[in-house]
C-alpha cells in the first residue's frame, strides 16, 4: 500500500463511526490511526443522517476538527 499514492479518503455513511464506533463495531474509531499509518491526504466523509452532535463526534474521530 505504501507505494500506492492516495489523493483522498472517502468514507461513505460516516454516521457509522459515531453510531456504531462505540460499542457495536468498534473498528470504526480505527480509521484514523489507520490514515495516519498508510499515509495522510484529505479526507470526505459522506452521511445524509447525522444530527449536529453526529457530525461533530466523526470530524473529531477522523481529526478533521
Known amino acids: 500500500m ?3 499514492k492516495i489523493s483522498f479518503y472517502a468514507i461513505d455513511e460516516a454516521h457509522c463511526i459515531s453510531e456504531w464506533g462505540h460499542d457495536f ?3 470504526y474509531r480505527k ?3 489507520i490514515i495516519n499509518e ?3 491526504a ?3 466523509a459522506l ?3 447525522a444530527t449536529d ?6 470530524k473529531k474521530s477522523l ?3
Open 2 to 4: 505504501r507505494t500506492v
Open 25 to 27: 463495531r468498534p473498528e
Open 31 to 33: 480509521i484514523r490511526p
Open 38 to 40: 498508510i499515509g495522510n
Open 42 to 44: 484529505p479526507i470526505i
Open 47 to 49: 452521511t445524509a443522517t
Open 53 to 58: 452532535k453526529v457530525r461533530t463526534d466523526i
Open 63 to 65: 481529526g478533521i476538527i
